[in-house]
Every structure is written in C-alpha cells, then in structure tokens.
C-alpha cells in the first residue's frame, strides 16, 4: 500500500485525521488528508461550544463543513464529543445540579438526532477521570451532579441512535500501569456488567516526556479489548514524532484483533496543538517524514 488509509485497509482498519473547518480551503492541507486518511474526527467543530452555543439552539454550520467534506471526499466521520467538562459553552458553565443534568442529555440527543445514521462512531464521553495516582473521577460541573452522570450519558446516547457505536475517550490511559488506566478499566467493566450501553474505548494517545509511550499499551490494548469493547487510537501524536515509536503504536493496534483503528491529531506538524513538539507525520510544508515513513511500514509489514 502506499498511503495510510490503504496500509490500514489490508488490516480491515482505518485511518484517520483530526481536521479542523477553517483549514479546509488551504489545499495543500486538504490534498494530504483526502490521499492519506479515511476517516475524519471533528478538531472542535463537533464539541458542545460549537453546536450548541445557546441552550436548547442548536448550530451545526462549522460540524456540517467537516462532515460535508469527509462525505464528499468517502471518508467515514467519528464524533467528538458529545459530554465534556471542557469547551462547554458558558450558558453551560453556569449550569449546576439538575438543570446541568438535563441539559446534556437534552445536548446528546440534540446532537446525536441530527447526525442519526450518519456518524457511526460517537465519543459520548470525554476525560471523566482525574490525572495522576488517585484513580478518581475528575472534579466538573457534570461530576457534581451525581457519579451516575456517564451511565446516564451513554444510555441517552443509545436511545439517540441505536446505529451508533459509542465509546468512552481519554489520555494518559494508554499505560497499563497507571491508575487513571486502571480506574477506566474498572469502570468500564462494571458497565458491560451492568449492561450501561458502551462498545468502545478511545485512547488519545498524546504521547510526550509527562507520559511516554510504554510498550504495554499492547497489554492496555488487549486488557480492555478482553472486556468486550472495541479499542481505538484516537487522537495520536507524539513529541518529536520519533519514527520507531509510531511503527510501534502501530504495530500494537494491528495485534489487537479489536482495535479498529487509528486516528492522528491533525496533518502537519504546523496543524497540530502542539506544533512546537512538532509531533505529526507530515512536516509544516506538507512532506513526509521519516515517522510516516514507519507507521507505512508498519501497516505493510502484517
Ligand atoms: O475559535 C477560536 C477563535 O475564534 C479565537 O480567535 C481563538 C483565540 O484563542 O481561539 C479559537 O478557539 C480555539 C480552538 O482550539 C480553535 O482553534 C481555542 O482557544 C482552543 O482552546 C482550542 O483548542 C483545542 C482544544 O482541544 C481545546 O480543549 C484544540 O484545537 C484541539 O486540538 C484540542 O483537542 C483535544 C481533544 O478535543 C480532546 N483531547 C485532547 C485534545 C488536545 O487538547
């Protein structure tokens, strides 16, 4: 295969890009993520700012320029996201209690209605659990209305659009080792326990000098995979885009049967939130590096 998407395709997987509205009319840009990508996650323009930047009024103009693109150029779109302590829009922000509760499941299924059928894949929540050893759930406005707000969150989700396969998301999961990894995991096998609808579990996979890539995300991968979700790479980017650490992200998304894909945050170096770790597989004019290079052939290797 000679791009991404093709080398991900011998695997039955794909391969994605974050791509953000307002670059879409630089064609250098759009030249590399319609040849290399075939699957397309929303940098912002799907969170709650963005589609519901007044309550109960819902806004998909700058979503629908991402979807509009991805379909018209074959590509499959993941939703991102849809309960957030992060990018709540400030009639949010002021929201506590009840009234918070609500207005997310009013927010999931404004969203999730829309897009019914059309976006198969849906992070329903996003970064729920706390950084460091305490293996907690993070503090948030969502938090304080009850620890049941994620259950509540995915079974809305459900009822929105059956079609859809919904996953919990986060970062500085992918070490088996650590406790916010070890908190996920537990909660999400008391939900396939308890029957709370979730089919996947998204691993960011921003990878940098605080949380290095371990070599036991393979055992992450397989660990959660065992308790029967789907496992994505969902928004990979490493600080200096080290070209053996990629082929091995790679690598261990290929030896998990369920993991079924993976997703790279934003096309070039110059793209990215972090440009200044330079951390993408293409270079801020659009070349390929030696990172790109690996991931090929590591997706040609199998
Ligand atoms: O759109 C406004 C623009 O109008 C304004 O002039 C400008 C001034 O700062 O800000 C623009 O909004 C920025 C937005 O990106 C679009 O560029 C926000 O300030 C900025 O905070 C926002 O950053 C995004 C970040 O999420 C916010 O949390 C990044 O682009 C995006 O890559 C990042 O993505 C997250 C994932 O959703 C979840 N996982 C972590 C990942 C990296 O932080």
């Not at 295969?1 to 039955?12: D, F, I, M, R, Y």
């Not at 897009?115 to 759930?137: H, L, M, Q, T």
């Not at 995300?217 to 790479?233: K, M, N």
Request: aromatic share 10%; with cysteine; glycine share 6%.
């Amino acid at each position: 295969a000679s791009t991404l998407a093709e080398g991900a395709a011998q695997h039955n997987r794909y391969f994605g890009v974050a791509i953000a509205a307002n670059r879409l009319n630089d064609s250098v840009y759009t030249n590399i993520a319609n040849r290399e990508f075939n699957s397309v996650t929303a940098e912002n323009e799907m969170k709650i700012d963005a589609t519901e930047p007044q309550q109960g009024r819902f806004d998909f103009t700058q979503a629908d320029r991402i979807y509009n693109w991805a379909r018209q150029n074959g590509k499959q779109v993941r939703g991102h996201t849809l309960a957030w302590h992060s990018q709540q829009p400030q009639w949010m922000q002021n929201l506590s209690g009840q009234a918070l509760r609500q207005a997310m499941i009013n927010h999931i299924q404004g969203v999730m209605s829309y897009y019914r059928g059309k976006i198969p894949i849906w992070d329903v929540v996003n970064e729920a659990f706390e950084d460091g050893n305490s293996g907690r759930r993070r503090d948030s406005n969502l938090q304080r209305t009850g620890n049941d707000w994620i259950e509540v969150a995915f079974r809305t989700a459900r009822q929105a659009d059956p079609s859809a396969k919904l996953c919990y998301n986060d970062y500085n999961i992918e070490n088996w080792n650590a406790a916010k990894t070890q908190a996920v995991y537990n909660m999400v096998r008391d939900f396939k326990s308890r029957g709370v609808p979730i089919d996947c579990v998204g691993f960011q996979s921003h990878f940098n000098s605080g949380n290095p890539y371990n070599p036991n995300f393979r055992t992450t991968l397989q660990q959660f995979a065992a308790l029967g979700v789907d496992v994505e790479v969902t928004e990979l980017d490493i600080e200096n885009a080290p070209a053996q650490t990629y082929a091995s992200v790679i690598r261990d998304c290929l030896a998990v049967d369920r993991c079924t894909g993976i997703t790279v945050w934003g096309v070039r170096d110059s793209d990215s939130w972090r440009s200044y770790q330079n951390p993408l597989l293409f270079d801020n004019n659009g070349n390929k590096k030696q990172a790109y290079y690996a991931v090929l052939d590591a997706l040609n290797e199998g």
